[in-house]
């Protein structure tokens, strides 16, 4: 219990959420944003990558992250690794706006809200990314 200190906790949980998500993606069509995540990787990329190639690579990273996380290994890198993910997370509100609003910019879709979330989580991983404590 010593070890579960406040930054200690909100790793493990964002390192869950990571570990959950991204283990979703692994399945074909059990990730409810799995569509928007292949949509919005086609277009990143310039179609250069194959569906099933950016979607496999998306879950290894949000796994990986998440396992990195939950065991307190390499934070600062994973933190990092973790907020530069999370900016392309946002990427469908501008690329795809009908599918994230139902009416702009203040009514989101339920992929919307499930974009939205990670203003959560980027708050959170800045504050990891403090030293000082929380």
């Known amino acids: 219990m010593k070890n579960l200190t406040k930054p200690n906790l909100l790793a493990l949980s964002i390192g869950l959420v990571y570990l959950w998500f991204g283990t979703l993606k692994f399945f074909p069509s059990l990730s409810p944003a799995e569509n928007l995540a292949k949509n919005t990787l086609h277009e990143l990329s310039f179609g250069l990558f194959s569906d099933t190639f950016s979607i496999i690579s998306l879950a290894i990273l949000e796994v990986g992250i ?26 469908p509100l501008i690329l795809f706006p009908s599918e994230s609003f139902k009416e702009l910019p203040f009514v989101p879709t339920l992929l919307g809200q499930y974009i939205g979330k990670n203003f ?8 990891l990314s403090k030293k000082e404590k929380i």
Do not use: D
Not at 120 to 127: P, Y
């Open 120 to 127: 959560v989580i980027v708050a959170a991983l800045i504050t």
């Open 66 to 91: 998440g396992i990195f996380l939950i065991l307190n290994l390499y934070r600062k890198v994973v933190v990092g690794a973790a907020l530069f993910h999370m900016v392309f997370t946002f990427a």
